[in-house]
């Protein structure tokens, strides 16, 4: 794995996007121990500069890979997924990474490229690449590039929902056409990999994007849980009570009802990976 320095390490979506990875490695010992890590009862921040070697995990279902876990089931957290970036040397992969059959999953590659097969068939996946892994699935991935991939793997027990059965889903980014908001003229639109009407589904997983100077114009207060890890650009988030400034490779786990708004700010689209638990009735 690669220990150097991290810096602003990006792949081109081949549309003027880019996706921030995180590298590792280590800060010298002159940096200052202050950073940007937050943790509240309602919300928690991940800056980039936490991704570092030190805080790497090994998953025993995996060959030649380091994870860095973002979000888990815990007390004050949000519960519903978890959240993991994998790097993935060349030649690495898993032939059975999911331990829990009753367990969905999301990937979305953002650096290399990595082959996942599902019942027999192969798909080949670059950056902006993702896939949907129905629960029970039997799938692989192999890390196929010149380079490691880096890549976003969601994780969600599926709540079966009769008469409805998601099915895999593969696909790019650069290849669904954003959905502008009303009233935006297209400065705050989203990709949607998953599609919002079709009830089998019962996780979301879309890219938001915001023109320099855009925004969520009110705090938004909503029972869906989220993740959200910024792939390009700056802006800032009102979080319940606090201004929250971040950048492309930092993390926000929200809590059920986080208020939550939104500016973007420099000079570049502000775009970032959003998770969200949909489609189900509450249980009691």
């Not at 030649?64 to 007390?75: F, I, S, Y």
Request: hydrophobic share 35%.
């Amino acid at each position: 794995m690669n220990d150097a320095e991290p810096t602003a390490q990006q792949a081109s979506a081949g549309t003027g996007a880019t996706y921030y990875a995180p590298h590792g490695g280590h800060p010298p010992q002159t940096d200052l121990l202050t950073d940007r890590a937050v943790i509240r009862t309602a919300y928690s921040v991940i800056p980039r500069g936490v991704l570092r070697d030190i805080v790497t995990t090994v998953l025993p279902e995996w060959r030649d890979t380091r994870a860095w876990v973002l979000n888990r089931p815990a007390h004050g957290g949000p519960v519903t997924f978890s959240q993991t970036i994998l790097e993935v040397a060349p030649g690495g992969g898993s032939d059975a990474p999911e331990p829990q059959p009753e367990v969905e999953g999301f990937l979305f590659i953002m650096e290399g490229e990595a082959e996942v097969t599902l019942d027999g068939e192969t798909h080949r996946l670059g950056p902006g690449g993702f896939a949907f892994l129905p629960a029970g699935a039997q799938w692989t991935l192999s890390s196929v590039g010149q380079e490691a991939v880096r890549l976003h793997w969601l994780r969600k027990r599926y709540q079966p929902l009769a008469g409805h059965t998601p099915a895999p889903l593969f696909g790019n980014e650069n290849d669904i056409e954003p959905s502008p908001m009303p009233g935006t003229e297209g400065r705050w639109r989203t990709t949607r990999m998953i599609d919002p009407a079709d009830l089998a589904y019962d996780m979301h997983v879309n890219i938001v994007t915001f023109e320099p100077g855009a925004s969520i114009p009110f705090a938004e207060t909503h029972e869906m849980e989220h993740g959200l890890y910024i792939l390009q650009g700056k802006g800032v988030y009102r979080l319940n009570d606090d201004w929250v400034e971040v950048q492309e490779g930092d993390f926000l786990a929200l809590r059920a009802f986080c208020p939550q708004a939104c500016y973007a700010g420099g000079p570049e689209p502000f775009r970032y990976l959003l998770y969200k638990d949909v489609n189900r009735q509450v249980e009691l």
